[in-house]
């Protein structure tokens, strides 16, 4: 996998325009229960703090993004800065206080 911090995630990647000061992306699949509650999390994060976009992307339909960014296991959220880097990557579902958090390396 490439250097993380080297790739930039645009609007044309991911399919939907990115926030202002950040994004929170989201690697999903249709029968991951854990998925939802992400979902639900990052959403209202992303209403909470002014200038974040939440993206949501079927891991099936879009091989080519997990393939090149190593996603194993859903959900897999990748925080990215103002310009489309990735600062924060975590698996498995977050606690609304530790996507607050990783928004801090990111604004």
Known sequence: MEDEQRVILGADR??????????????????????????????EVATMVDGVGHVEIDAEERLDLVR???????????????????????????????VIAALGRAV
């Open 14 to 43: 991911l399919g939907a325009a990115l926030g202002e000061r950040a994004t929170l992306v989201q690697f999903s699949t249709a029968f991951c229960q854990p998925c939802r509650a992400t979902r639900r999390t990052l959403a």
């Open 68 to 98: 090149e960014l190593g996603v194993v296991r859903t959900p897999t959220v990748l925080v990215l800065d103002g310009a489309g880097r990735i600062v924060r990557r975590a698996s498995g579902q977050p606690r609304k206080a530790d």
